[in-house]
């Protein structure tokens, strides 16, 4: 499988999130957080930047004549993106920017979530093919998500949502956070670091210095 890093679309749009102060609690698997709107204040002052590990919905296997690529959404997964979406719009973790795989699960995921939170919308999108072979290759998707975010990401850009596969998105979440993290279908890891830039953020904080705000699951 090919593994060189491309756009399949591009959808460039301007964005600008409220995001009112309000201090955060983690109950059970979710996170109550908004981003200080003084974040930008000052460049000689560290940034917090969120980035969202997010595995794919639940996907259907009734046509066995698919290929893996292309198989789509079941009916629970369908249901499963459209309240996790809710829960990310309420917990404020709204990204300016989303890379995705280019699986028609994660495809359709991503769709599907944008029709329920309109702020989605306005992120810019890219579908990156190497996020599908990644996944499945042992200790590889940390570092390749680190590389691909600071290739398409811009420093204004304080939030970031990444959208792909296990056993990689699982791998990357612990590898980031040290924790030990779980992720199941439609499942997230939110994550928060700091740094002027992104490359700065993920040089300062390494593998295990970013912290692991919480786990947003649909049926939480």
């Known amino acids: 499988m090919n593994m060189a890093l491309y756009d399949m679309h591009s959808l460039p749009l301007n964005f600008n999130p409220i995001r009112k102060p309000n201090p955060f609690a983690i109950k059970s698997s979710l996170l109550i957080e908004k981003q200080d709107p003084q974040l930008l204040q000052s460049s000689s002052e560290l940034i917090s930047r969120r980035l969202i590990l997010l595995r794919h919905a639940h996907s259907s296997w009734q046509n066995p004549s698919l290929r893996d690529h292309d198989r789509p959404l079941s009916k629970a997964g369908k249901a499963d993106a459209v309240r996790f979406s809710c829960k990310l719009q309420q917990l404020g973790w709204i990204p300016e920017l989303i890379l ?83 992720l199941k279908t439609c499942n997230a890891a939110l994550l928060e670091a700091t740094g002027k830039s992104w490359d700065e953020t993920f040089d300062a904080a390494g593998f295990g210095g970013w912290k692991l705000q919480g786990i947003v699951k649909p049926s939480s």
Not at 117 to 132: D, K
Not at 133 to 140: E, H, L, P, T, V
Request: aromatic share 8%; charged share 25%.
């Open 100 to 182: 995705s795989s280019d699986a028609a699960r994660t495809k359709e995921t991503l769709k599907i979530m944008q029709e329920q939170a309109q702020e989605l919308l306005e992120a810019e999108v890219h579908f990156i093919p190497s996020f599908y072979s990644i996944a499945a290759m042992d200790g590889q998707t940390a570092e390749h998500l680190r590389k691909v975010i600071c290739k398409y990401t811009r420093d204004e850009m304080l939030t970031i949502m990444c959208m792909g596969h296990n056993r990689g998105w699982e791998e990357a979440a612990s590898m980031f956070s040290g924790a030990s993290v779980e």
